[in-house]
């Protein structure tokens, strides 16, 4: 099965390899994928949870599985955090607010040197958000840029460490967005 990020440029970007998958709360797991001629590995996955509802379930891909939060936010290593919306709880408004709070927490406050690229990521959020909507967050090492994909196709590219550090901030930080999330990523 082959998904078509962005047509013209990266026509087989994300492949998902030919095994089984598991679901977890209506969404595949899939063990491997292979990015850019890179096999990722299913490192964890968990359920973003608020007042009791289930919103979206996270997935962490990463060349190597790995434990250490720090370790992963800090490497260069090609990486793929996805979410999928299970939840139609979930507005625009309300995810711009959580992931600009999520940006102040990664970021001990400090988003003004990323700021624009905060921006450029909120555009993501623009079209309406519902349940079945699958966001995904590569970092594409080679080129050091985070690819913002949603449902299939590229809606933002930004450049920069410092950004995709604080994104993968967001759920892998020391104040993350949902604890029980962060260690179903770290698979523990």
Not at 25 to 46: A, P, S
């Given at each position: 099965?082959?998904?078509?990020i962005h047509p013209l440029v990266f026509v087989s970007l994300l492949v998902t390899l030919a ?51 720090a370790a992963i936010i800090g490497s260069n290593q090609p990486q793929l955090l996805e979410l ?34 905060i921006a450029t990521l909120m555009s993501a959020f623009q079209s309406k958000i519902k349940k ?57």
């Amino acid at each position: 099965m082959q998904t078509v990020i962005h047509p013209l440029v990266f026509v087989s970007l994300l492949v998902t390899l030919a095994m089984p998958s598991v679901a977890y709360k209506g969404v595949n797991l899939d063990k491997n994928i292979i990015v850019h001629d890179t096999q990722l590995t299913l490192n964890g996955y968990g359920v973003r949870e608020k007042w009791f509802f289930d919103l979206y379930v996270g997935k962490l891909y990463l060349k190597e599985k790995s434990n250490n939060a720090a370790a992963i936010i800090g490497s260069n290593q090609p990486q793929l955090l996805e979410l999928a919306i299970i939840s139609n709880k979930i507005t625009n408004s309300k995810m711009k607010d959580a992931v600009n709070e999520g940006f102040k927490n990664a970021t001990g406050g400090n988003t003004k040197p990323i700021q624009k690229n905060i921006a450029t990521l909120m555009s993501a959020f623009q079209s309406k958000i519902k349940k079945g909507d699958v966001f995904q967050f590569f970092w594409d090492s080679t080129h050091s840029t985070t690819r913002i994909i949603k449902n299939g196709q590229e809606v933002a590219a930004i450049d920069g460490m410092a950004f995709k550090q604080a994104l993968f901030g967001i759920w892998l930080g020391d104040k993350p967005a949902d604890k029980k999330l962060k260690k179903g990523l770290l698979g523990l």
